[in-house]
């Protein structure tokens, strides 16, 4: 029984040292360099989520627009040929860019 007992407490001390130390960790980050954990987290799990592109850009320029675009230019200034190229760039799933390029 002294020996259950004496292991009950050998492993409250060890969660409360624990708990210490992550609570002392957690205020030492905060105040020294203004993140605050929790918050990180949850940002963290808000980037693993997958984009809805048609949501997020519902007008978004698609091919047929250029084709359009290309036959405006060209009927508003003589002499000018113009072909318009759309560049995809997809660094990351998070971070869409679409390029216009005007090659003359």
Not at 7 to 14: F, G, K, R
Request: aromatic share 10%; proline share 1%; charged share 20%.
């Amino acid at each position: 029984m002294k020996a259950i007992k004496n292991l009950i407490i050998t492993l409250v001390v060890i969660v409360a040292i624990l708990g210490v130390v992550i609570i002392g960790g957690y205020v030492y980050v905060r105040t020294t360099y203004g993140i605050d954990l929790f918050r990180t987290a949850g940002q963290l799990k808000t980037l693993t989520k997958d984009v809805d592109e048609s949501a997020l850009c519902p007008n978004a320029y698609g091919e047929q627009d250029f084709v359009e675009m290309k036959s405006a230019v060209n009927d508003k200034i003589d002499g000018l040929n113009t072909s318009f190229r759309l560049s995809h760039s997809n660094k990351s799933k998070h971070n869409t860019c679409y390029y216009i390029w005007v090659i003359k």
